[in-house]
């Protein structure tokens, strides 16, 4: 079993910025391919950013060169650094683990409004 907990939404303005942070329990964190998400009303989750354990990443068009995801194995935490917030970055972002089953986290929430 793999708990994941996130951290560092909040309100921001557009062209802001937020770090979003996601702790993983697990002592086989390494392994994970850790994958943000988002969600907002009405709408399906859709993929934000994957980071294998590897280090490969993918993005989203909507994001790429605004979004960085990063993980660091020690820490058992992988991060979403957005810049460049836009108000359609509003939503709840949900972090997953893959390492044959599939966990999320609780979410946490990101509003950008002015």
């Known amino acids: 079993q793999v708990q994941l907990v996130e951290s560092g939404g909040g309100l921001v303005q557009p062209g802001g910025s937020l770090r979003l942070s996601c702790a993983a329990s697990g002592r086989l964190f390494s392994t994970y391919t850790m994958a943000w998400y988002r969600q907002t009303p009405g709408k399906q989750r859709e993929l934000v950013a994957s980071?294998?354990?590897?280090?490969?990443?993918n993005y989203a068009g909507s994001v790429k060169g605004r979004f960085t995801i990063s993980r660091d194995n020690a820490k058992k935490t992988v991060y979403l650094q957005m810049n460049s917030l836009k108000p359609e970055d509003t939503a709840v972002y949900y972090c997953k683990a893959a390492y044959g089953n599939e966990y999320w986290g609780q979410g946490t929430q990101v509003t950008v409004s002015s």
């Open positions: 980071i294998t354990s590897g280090a490969r990443t």
